[in-house]
């Protein structure tokens, strides 16, 4: 039914005065539920259903979506896409992928749970996830759990013969409370997990259980003097500089000239011995997916092995601008055309515990949060407001809040040790990271 629909929106638009075209469906399915200070407060269940047609007439490419799939709005949507296409001006790089380009083999990667969940069982889950935050001794109040799951379906159908649908799913729970009182200073702070498979969260037990010990810790936060110091980044920033690192080797931002990476493939950018794994075949996988967006074959790829760049991130678009091949990175919705982005990406671990990261530093600052968008991805300079706690002879001994991380990327990239803690949770996943010789600014 899916795929009739699709293949049938490609004749239409093909009769209509398309060149080529693809199409795009989505429908999807959430469940979601709130609960705070011992109350539910939402039960919320809702569908959707979106599909996308891209059509190419010469060299010029248009796209346009619709939820409506009835026969008329279907027709308009070939109709519009037409007419957009012959007034948009030429893009010589569009184009579908050519058949020897398609993903032959289209892997099983265990990336959807069958299994809805009672909507009661996921209030269940908060409930006691707000009530194990609670608990903990400090914490004075609450700005809710929630659970949810979701399920797609995501199927792809173009002129180039090349089509396929395939099934995804996430279950996820989260918590977030206060600690300390009104005028004498109150701390926030959170954990949360998402899944492929419901069975695989952790215990809503002991997600409340570190938010509150969290919230608690970052009690009496000071201000530290700026300086230069060692800056261990927890693994639930650590992960963000791996985002950087994928935007600055995006083939958009390459092709445009707009990355401070722009000159560095085939050299090193992070010290040797370390790797970037991306893996959209990692089976159940929060990013995975068997092929790319433009139905390209993908796979397992060290972007940086031993510590030298190995490649861009391409779609066919940025690949030809390039002069080169697409690497399968293509993702899409159904209201634009592609563009490169990563899968399951990671960086691999060290050989060190976090402890023995520490153990060494007589002066360093360990942070928990990262916020604000200081970050500049044509110079590579970073500047980002922080918190955590102070690092004195090799101990985490207060928590510090108000202050700001700044260096480079380059630099900061060049300078990473990672240690041996690496725990896949996020789709983009880090180990424990430090980082030496970074300004920490403060009163």
Request: glycine letters at 10%; a negative charge.
């Amino acid at each position: 039914m899916v795929m009739s629909l699709l293949a049938d929106l490609i004749r239409k638009a093909q009769a209509a005065g398309a060149d080529a075209a693809d199409a795009l469906l989505v429908d999807s399915a959430s469940l979601s539920v709130a609960y705070r200070l011992g109350k539910p407060e939402k039960v919320e269940r809702s569908e959707s259903g979106d599909v996308g047609l891209r059509v190419f007439v010469g060299k010029r490419q248009a796209m346009v979506s619709s939820s409506d799939r009835s026969p008329q709005a279907l027709a308009a949507l070939v109709e519009r896409a037409v007419a957009m296409a012959r007034l948009v001006p030429e893009d010589p790089f569009c184009g579908l992928a050519e058949p020897d380009q398609l993903a032959q083999r289209l892997p099983e990667l265990d990336i959807c749970d069958a299994a809805e969940p009672d909507p009661l069982v996921l209030v269940d889950w908060a409930k006691r996830a707000e009530n194990s935050a609670r608990a903990v001794a400090g914490v004075s109040n609450s700005e809710g759990a929630e659970a949810g799951w979701s399920r797609s379906t995501v199927a792809v159908a173009a002129s180039n013969g090349f089509a396929h649908s395939y099934h995804v799913s996430r279950s996820q729970i989260a918590v977030s409370v206060l600690a300390g009182q009104s005028g004498q200073g109150m701390e926030r702070d959170y954990d949360y997990d998402q899944t492929v498979y419901f069975s695989d969260l952790r215990q809503p037990e002991e997600i409340g259980r570190l938010a509150g010990e969290r919230a608690v810790k970052r009690l009496g936060a000071r201000k530290v003097r700026t300086t230069r110091v060692p800056v261990i980044l927890d693994p639930r920033v650590a992960a963000g500089l791996l985002g950087h690192l994928a935007g600055a080797i995006n083939g958009n931002s390459i092709a445009r000239g707009t990355s401070f990476l722009k000159d560095h493939l085939g050299k090193a950018i992070l010290p040797a011995g370390l790797s970037v794994i991306d893996d959209p075949h990692r089976l159940r996988g929060l990013r995975s997916k068997p092929c790319d967006g433009e139905g390209v074959a993908n796979g397992r790829r060290a972007i940086v092995e031993d510590g030298i760049l190995t490649s861009w991130l391409l779609d066919l678009r940025s690949a030809r601008q390039l002069g080169m091949t697409s690497t399968g990175h293509a993702s899409r919705g159904t209201g634009g055309p592609p563009s490169p982005s990563a899968s399951n990406l990671w960086l691999e671990p060290g050989q060190i515990t976090p402890a023995e990261m520490i153990s060494d530093i007589s002066q360093g600052f360990y942070v928990t949060e990262l916020f604000g968008m200081g970050v500049n991805g044509i110079t590579g300079d970073y500047s980002r407001g922080a918190a955590g706690f102070w690092i004195d002879g090799g101990e985490m001994v207060y928590p510090v809040s108000e202050v700001t991380v700044a260096g480079n990327l380059k630099e900061m990239f060049r300078q990473l040790t990672p240690a041996n803690d690496l725990v896949f949770r996020y789709g983009v996943d880090a180990p424990t990271l430090r980082i030496d010789g970074l300004t920490v600014a403060g009163a």
